[in-house]
């Protein structure tokens, strides 16, 4: 118990950050490496969609009034679904990737020293749709109060589990790898076991690199983040440098729902980053791997090489200026010591089955 009072003690009032998900590959100009490339792309699209989804039995399901734990059994398997006296069909082709922030200086490196990976005070998972090159992104409040896992912390060195912040998951892992799938396992089970297909950790020691490798970002200074800075409310700047990581980092505690408020901020710089990316990288193909190159020590990703030039395939033709990013829908409290959100149940699987699910009629049942 005294690890786990540890743990939910430890930084928790620390910033948190976020950054996009860098994804990119080079088109080979000789016919054979074109080929080559084509095969091995072809290797990554099975293995990604090799996660995840069972298989259904053809039968629609009413999931109206089932429990989230029953919810988990039918939500990601190929078919349909009833919902409020409407049918849905799930698009199992939606590949799904798990975006952390994480709240450590420097490189992300091992450690067996608790708290000391840092926490993933930023969660954003995002959805790529193949069928409408369309993007969307999950924004997850790093204070939902969920199961967390603590590995090896029982009595006779068994997992344990305690209630939580969803932030404090990543530091009960190892800072690298382990906590990356900690934080994958639990945002999956707070989402009915939603299927993952992979994940990326970046460190915010990575933030001025990426930010002024795109020519800087622009933003809209709100009454949140002005603390001690020049900035003024309403203002359009362009950040560079140490901007960026103030602007998607800082919060004041004593305001409520600072958290929240700074995840506003985080979704725009977000948007804007990710589209000026890949509008620069038309004109540059190499601009990404430029990129990956320069901040890899920063980063922690279980995606392959192969698994990478697929989705650099795959995204080429997408509309980056129209990502939708949503907010999870809940309620935030002020809990003993500090905030709590409870997501709106119904609110959160009516937001799924938009995401995830397409209505179709009676008569296409």
């Given amino acids: 118990m005294k690890k786990i009072k540890a743990m939910k003690s430890a930084k928790k009032r620390k910033n948190a950050k ?9 088109a080979g100009i000789v016919l054979i490496l074109f080929v080559v490339w084509l095969i091995i792309s072809k290797i990554g699209e099975n293995s990604l969609y090799a996660t995840g989804n069972a298989e259904g039995n053809g039968e629609i399901v009413n999931i109206s009034y089932l429990s989230n734990e029953e919810l988990a059994d039918v939500m990601w398997r190929p078919g349909k679904v009833r919902y409020q006296g409407k049918v849905y069909e799930y698009n199992d082709k939606i590949l799904t990737f798990l975006i952390m922030g994480v709240d450590k ?9 608790e708290a000391a990976g840092g926490q993933s005070d930023a969660l954003f998972l995002a959805l790529l749709n193949p069928e409408t090159k369309s993007i969307d992104v999950l924004a997850v409040d790093r204070n939902l109060i969920t199961t967390l896992t603590l590995p090896k912390m029982g009595e006779n060195g068994e997992d344990a589990y305690t209630e939580g912040q969803i932030t404090l998951q990543y530091g009960y892992g190892d800072g690298r790898e382990g906590s990356c799938e900690l934080t994958k396992e639990t945002v999956s089970s707070t989402l009915y076991n939603l299927p993952i297909h992979g994940y990326a950790a970046i460190g915010y020691s990575a933030i001025p690199y990426l930010n002024d490798s795109v020519g800087g970002v622009e933003v809209t200074i709100t009454k949140d983040v002005l603390g001690d800075t ?39 710089y977000l948007s804007a980053f990710v589209n000026q990316l890949f509008q620069q990288s038309k004109e540059d193909i190499t601009l990404p791997i430029r990129l990956y190159q320069g901040v890899q020590e920063y980063i922690v990703t279980d995606l392959s090489a192969d698994e990478i030039l697929f989705l650099a395939e795959e995204v080429i033709d997408y509309n980056f200026s129209e990502v939708k990013i949503h907010t999870m829908p809940g309620e935030t409290v002020q809990g003993e010591v500090y905030e709590e959100f409870y997501p ?22």
């Avoid at 976020?18 to 080079?26: A, K, P, R, T």
């Avoid at 200086?105 to 020293?113: D, R």
């Avoid at 950040?239 to 004041?252: C, K, M, Q, S, W």
């Fill in 344 to 365: 709106n149940e119904n609110e959160l699987r009516e937001l799924m089955l938009e995401l995830y699910y397409t209505q179709v009629t009676e008569t296409e049942e």
């Fill in 105 to 113: 200086e420097g490189p992300l490196i091992a450690t067996e020293e």
């Fill in 230 to 268: 020049h900035w003024t409310e309403g203002e359009r700047v362009v950040l560079y440098g140490h901007e960026a990581i103030i602007f998607i980092r800082y919060r004041d505690t004593t305001i409520f729902e600072s958290a929240r408020l700074r995840t506003m901020r985080q979704k725009e």
């Fill in 18 to 26: 976020v950054i996009g998900m860098i994804l990119g590959g080079l």
